[in-house]
């Protein structure tokens, strides 16, 4: 079945300075990927998505970056601020018509260092 | 346009009583995702409902868990003879196209069950 998971479950970074946060999956059928941002006592909040026919795709401060070769996804959060803390989850839905469930990562605690 | 609600926030239940989680999608949505969401943990889906019908439950245990999604009123998940490790965040998203490739789906800020 479809896995998605993490490499870090902290990251601490300074006011200012940039973010990265990564994802490996492991279906290579997968074709779409969405992260989530969810704040302490709250539900996920859609940042960015992307598809799989693309490689990289930017928003206000946000890119994310796919890499279908090695299966690994990343979100860039340009000039962390302090109210960018956060648990940061990727998800992805499987390869199928209609399907509406999302698989989700262990998530990334990002905290941001005024 | 209120946003996903979900009641209430937080729940807390002796073992073996009955847990109702009620979600009002937002207006215009008629598709309904419940996650549930362990401690330091991601979100896992549970189940899959548009208006009166269950399209995917594959996430939902076999027994004691059931969800609905009447013609009428809020989404409910119902959890009967609750366990301590029911104990969980329970999500609920609405969209208003099933597919989420189409469409963004909209989280509520969870209903937290204790079970003691």
């Known amino acids: 079945g479809e896995s998605v998971g993490l490499h870090l479950p902290t990251l601490s970074v300074q006011e200012g300075d940039n973010s990265i946060i990564n994802c490996a999956y492991s279906n290579s059928a997968s074709d779409y990927f969405i992260w989530y941002k969810q704040e302490s006592g709250k539900g996920p909040q859609f940042i960015i998505d992307i598809r799989s026919n693309m490689d990289k795709r930017q928003g206000q401060r946000v890119t994310v970056l796919l890499n279908k070769t090695v299966k690994h996804l990343s979100l860039q959060i340009a000039a962390t601020q302090p109210g960018d803390s956060a648990v940061y989850f990727c998800?992805?839905?499987?390869?199928?018509?209609?399907?509406?469930?999302?698989?989700f990562g262990t998530g990334t605690r990002l905290t941001v260092i005024p | 346009n209120a946003g996903v609600m979900q009641n209430p926030r937080h729940l807390v239940r002796r073992r073996g009583q009955e847990a109702r989680l009620r979600c009002s999608p937002m207006?215009?949505?008629?598709?309904v995702y419940w996650y549930r969401q362990l401690p330091e943990e991601g979100l896992k889906f549970m189940v899959y409902l548009q208006k009166e019908n269950i399209i995917d439950e594959s996430g939902m245990p076999k027994e004691r868990f059931s969800a609905e999604f009447p013609k009428e009123g809020p989404s409910i998940l119902r959890i009967q003879q609750v366990v301590r490790g029911d104990s969980a965040a329970y999500f609920c998203?609405?969209?208003?196209?099933?597919?989420?490739?189409?469409?963004?789906?909209?989280f509520g800020q969870g209903t937290r069950l204790t079970v003691v």
């Open positions: 998203a609405s969209s208003p196209l099933p597919d989420p490739k189409d469409t963004e789906a909209f």
């Open positions: 998800a992805e839905t499987p390869y199928q018509t209609g399907a509406n469930n999302l698989f």
């Open positions: 207006k215009g949505h008629s598709h």
